[in-house]
């Protein structure tokens, strides 16, 4: 992404948030790199340079500002990217896909070659893949050291090092002070709880947090997931480990607070990754609500409703039993027939934090085992029960992927192939589970009765104009019609 110098610089002098995280400032005399948002004193112009992403500053010679910490920027939602390829690829690198596989790994998901991988990261990006992958872990490390209290060891591992020897080297090199010396600087946001550690999740403001939580809890199960105090908690079961989440607003600032037990330490980076999509905490709002409020019809929504998110999915197969259960029933009969799935096959636990939640997410493999008698037992007609036997075997099978990382024309295709699954549930799918900003369920009542039409194509036709931005559309259309704005 090219970037204009006299327009970053600007922004860089109005401290303008909607722009953290999509370049960052780096001052020769210091040798030092920033967020635009930095409260320090604004450099001279002829003292910055501006990069398009941290491993680009650190390329260069420059070390993150212990200040406005640039770890803690939020990133870019895929849509704002040029280059597709580039973008899936640094998804995965920031998940830590190079901490246990190779980049030929990495080419052969994306089918591509790693030659023409790491070219297209490099054009992209203006670095190495293998310098992203650096970066990223040294950033997460800097951001363990700062906020919390796990010991250094943990938090080399827990960053993707394989080594506490490497680690302590690279960091050294770096940052030029030791991990010891920069945990003086500590400013944890959590407190002494030693069954988890704290993070902040920093975003674009303006962020809708009661629109999105209570989305998010209203659609689960108790047992697994709630929404109390303006507090959303749930359970989860990620990469063989078990342990449960919290998230709040931080009072003041534009970031969230994130609780993790510690169980879920050792894959804290790709649960990271996994979280702020769930989130969408890298969308970019302001350019969102001013691009739909564009269109009349949903001018007023939007300011009603300004930060509103398309709420993502922690398990996309959880996300997709949702959504077939609930294909030609009401909201509140399909919640009530999700939670009996969770119960009986969601993983059994208990949290001492959290007394009310005691299971995890429904398992596909579970499911795809379960007889169709059983399944239409629960409550379905038999050929839902198909469906829903048919979708499990397909993710527990690894046929079908389901996650913010997958292509979404590919798996809505595939989806489409599934008995009893069509359009609308797929671009549901697409929305949330896959993250994709532009699906749109055009056959879907609420959106036809919002619109004043009764065909599909008629609603297809009107959101043209909301490209590429039409699944927020749909949460704004959704959001009046539950609470009439």
């Not at 040798?31 to 650190?58: K, M, Q």
Request: hydrophobic residues 45%.
């Amino acid at each position: 992404m090219r970037l204009d110098d006299d327009l970053c610089y600007h922004r860089l002098e109005a401290r303008d948030v909607r722009f953290d995280g999509m370049f960052f400032v780096a001052v020769t005399s210091t040798r030092i790199y920033c967020r635009p948002i930095c409260p320090a004193r604004t450099p001279r112009r002829d003292r910055c340079r501006f990069f398009t992403n941290a491993a680009s500053a650190e390329a260069a010679g420059f070390r993150p500002c212990l200040r406005c910490r640039p770890e803690l920027a939020p990133g870019n939602a895929p849509v704002d990217a040029v280059t597709r390829v580039a973008t899936a690829a640094m998804a995965r690198i920031e998940a830590g896909a190079l901490n246990e596989g190779s980049l030929d790994d990495l080419a052969t998901e994306l089918a591509l070659s790693g030659r023409q991988l790491r070219r297209a990261i490099e054009r992209e990006y203006g670095v190495a893949p293998v310098q992203l992958a650096q970066t990223q872990r040294l950033l997460m490390a800097k951001r363990l050291l700062t906020d919390t209290s796990l010991n250094i060891a943990d938090v080399a591992f827990a960053s993707g090092f394989s080594s506490v020897r490497r680690f302590n080297h690279l960091f050294r090199t770096r940052y030029r002070l030791s991990p010891s010396q920069l945990r003086r600087t500590r400013d944890a946001v959590g407190g002494a709880d030693t069954d988890a550690i704290t993070l902040r999740l920093s975003y674009r403001p303006p962020l809708h947090w009661e629109a999105l939580a209570g989305y998010l809890a209203s659609r689960g199960a108790s047992g697994m997931e709630a929404f109390e105090g303006g507090r959303y908690v749930r359970m989860v079961t990620f990469q063989n480990r078990a342990g449960w989440i919290a998230l709040e607003p931080l009072a003041g600032m534009p970031a969230l607070r994130f609780t993790v037990s510690t169980s879920l330490v050792p894959v804290l980076t790709p649960l990271l990754a996994k979280i702020r999509a769930m989130l969408d905490l890298d969308a970019n709002p302001v350019s969102i609500d001013t691009h739909l409020s564009a269109d009349s019809r949903l001018r007023a929504l939007v300011t009603r409703s300004r930060g509103l998110r398309v709420p993502g999915a922690f398990d996309g197969f959880e996300l997709a039993l949702r959504a077939v259960l609930g294909q030609q029933i009401s909201v509140k009969a399909a919640t009530l027939l999700f939670r009996r799935f969770a119960s009986i096959f969601g993983t059994p636990m208990a949290v001492a934090q959290h007394p009310t939640l005691t299971h995890g997410s429904p398992d596909a493999a579970r499911i795809a085992d379960a007889s169709l008698d059983r399944l239409a037992a629960l409550g379905l007609p038999r050929a839902r029960a198909l469906t829903v036997q048919t979708l499990a075997r397909a993710v527990a099978d690894g046929d079908l992927r389901l996650d913010h990382r997958a292509d979404s024309e590919r798996t809505m295709a595939q989806l489409c192939e599934l008995p009893g699954i069509g359009d609308w549930t797929a671009q549901y799918i697409a929305m949330r589970a896959l993250c994709d900003a532009d699906a749109f369920p055009a056959s879907d009542l609420g959106v036809l009765r919002a619109l004043g039409v009764t065909r599909p194509r008629d609603a297809v036709a009107i959101a043209e104009a909301w490209r590429p931005w039409r699944a927020y559309a749909v949460m704004h259309l959704w959001r009046h019609a539950a609470t009439g704005g």
